[in-house]
């Protein structure tokens, strides 16, 4: 099996995904009281589908005929393009999570549901805005092609506080729908989100870094299809005027997209680099071509 084509597999199942997700929210679902007018088999399918990709996906990483080696740094341009992305999308997150408790303060009226727990707002506010600078700061390398973490290998440690923040407000705030598609979308595409920016952690730290790696597959699989079907379908959805009551508001679901698509260029560069034949197939090609 091959790494590349698992990925390829994960484009195609958040692709269909988005798809379907967008015709069933359009045509299937009923904003003002919340339920499917189909019974839930379009929503079936739309997470059925994403899910399914991400599962063969995680089996044909762990069953490649390729093992993971260390992280190789190597310049490359969309990798440090898709961290100042995602750096400035927390920011500015973060910007307009300030602005809006600014205005809570004064009317009472906010767009987050959490706004009125100060401490954990403050957490997250707070986490998004490292985390945005931070993300900025690994584009740096991942633009020269070193290594920014040597002196600091566990400053992405923030990035894990984020989503751990990220979980919390999800499970608690924005996982009470009706329907246990759209819970299951919401939390375990933010549970699936911490666990790659886990392992992403220890892969730069230098920790047990074929582990990690084979594991960031694993888990940023999942993290790709689940949240980039969720929330760009539903940014999609709101461009077009159709929100629904206790949606995660999109500041929220832009960070989410942001790293999700950082997780899927970075998993792309790393297959090309850091990939190397298993112990039985270096034998052979020796052997191959030893002299007789």
């Not at 019974?39 to 399918?45: D, S, T, Y």
């Not at 699936?192 to 990690?212: H, I, P, Q, R």
């Not at 832009?254 to 197939?281: C, D, G, H, Q």
């Amino acid at each position: 099996m091959n790494v590349g084509n698992a990925l390829k597999v994960l484009c195609v199942g958040f692709g269909a995904g988005i798809v379907l997700r967008v015709v069933q929210m359009l045509y299937f679902f009923d904003y003002s009281t919340g339920f499917y007018t189909d019974g839930g088999v379009v929503a079936g399918c739309s997470l059925g589908l994403p899910l399914l990709a991400a599962v063969l996906s995680g089996f044909m990483c762990f069953k490649s005929r390729r093992y993971f080696g260390a992280y190789v740094p190597r310049r490359n341009v969309l990798v440090g393009g898709a961290a100042i992305a995602s750096g400035l999308v927390l920011i500015v997150s973060a910007v307009l999570q300030g602005v809006d408790y600014l205005g809570y303060l004064k009317t009472g009226v906010t767009g987050y549901d959490f706004a009125h727990l100060r401490l954990l707002h403050f957490a997250f506010l707070i986490t998004s805005l490292l985390f945005g600078f931070l993300q900025i700061y690994m584009s740096a390398g991942f633009f020269t092609g070193r290594r920014n973490l040597q002196k600091a290998p566990l400053l992405y440690l923030i990035a894990v506080a984020w989503g751990m923040v990220n979980l919390i407000l999800t499970y608690v705030f924005y996982a009470k729908s009706s329907s246990f598609v759209e819970n299951f979308f919401s939390v375990i595409s933010s549970a699936s989100l911490l666990m790659t920016l886990f392992y992403l952690c220890k892969l730069f730290a230098g920790v047990d870094e074929e582990g990690a790696a084979k594991r960031v597959f694993v888990s940023g699989g999942l993290a790709v299809v689940l949240t980039v079907t969720y929330c760009f379908s539903n940014l999609v959805l709101m461009l077009l005027g159709r929100k629904y009551t206790g949606e995660i508001p999109a500041p929220i679901q832009l960070s989410s997209l942001s790293v999700a698509l950082f997780a899927l260029t970075f998993l792309i560069n790393f297959r090309k680099y850091s990939l190397r034949r298993t112990p039985e197939e270096a034998a052979r090609e020796e052997r191959k071509f030893k002299p007789n």
